[in-house]
């Protein structure tokens, strides 16, 4: 048996039951004020714990969002700094790029120049070589002319004779 069954038990049988029920209701009334006025208690304190909370976060909230608010402010300050060393750094690079574009452009077209110069002088070069074989050959040409017409007058006069011997044969057996 319990503890508090015993005690019940001869608290009981030492009072009776009508002051043990008085006493127990008693009791329970002044437990039931003190929960109440606990719970109460417990209650307001929970309040004000609950309005302090609030306060601080609101607190919290504004001092974070100054917070917040400065380093925004920082932030852009130092990316408009970094965006114009940027704009900087590339007009130097830009500058920098369209000079060494200029001097390769120079130079391309010193070297085109002096690449083409020197395609003409091959060509005049080559061109008088062609003009000087094509003048050896004429006068090979005209040496071999020269030569094959003997030769082809040559072949004539023996056709010629060859084919007059027989007519003037002709000619004079007819005559005759």
């Known amino acids: 048996m319990p503890v508090t069954a015993k005690l019940s038990g001869k608290f009981y049988e030492a009072f009776g039951d009508e002051i043990a029920n ?50 925004d402010a920082k932030l852009e300050k130092r990316l408009a700094q970094l965006e114009a060393k940027f704009d900087g750094r590339l007009a130097q690079l830009e500058s920098k790029f369209e000079g060494r574009l200029a001097q390769l452009e120079s130079k391309f077209e010193r070297e ?8 003409e002088s091959r060509f005049v070069q080559l061109d008088a070589k062609l003009e000087q074989r094509v003048a050896e050959l004429r006068l090979e040409l005209n040496s071999g002319m020269g030569s094959l017409r003997a030769e082809l007058i040559k072949w004539m006069f023996v056709f010629w004779a060859g084919t007059v011997v027989p007519l003037a044969g002709l000619m004079v057996a007819l005559m005759l």
Do not use: C
């Open 112 to 119: 085109l120049a002096e690449l083409k110069t020197e395609v």
């Open 22 to 71: 008085t006493l127990v209701e008693w009791f329970n009334q002044v437990d039931a004020t003190y929960r109440a006025d606990l719970i109460q208690l417990n209650q307001s304190n929970f309040d004000r714990f609950d309005a302090k909370l609030d306060q601080r976060i609101t607190r919290l909230d504004a001092k974070w969002g100054r917070i917040w608010q400065e380093l």
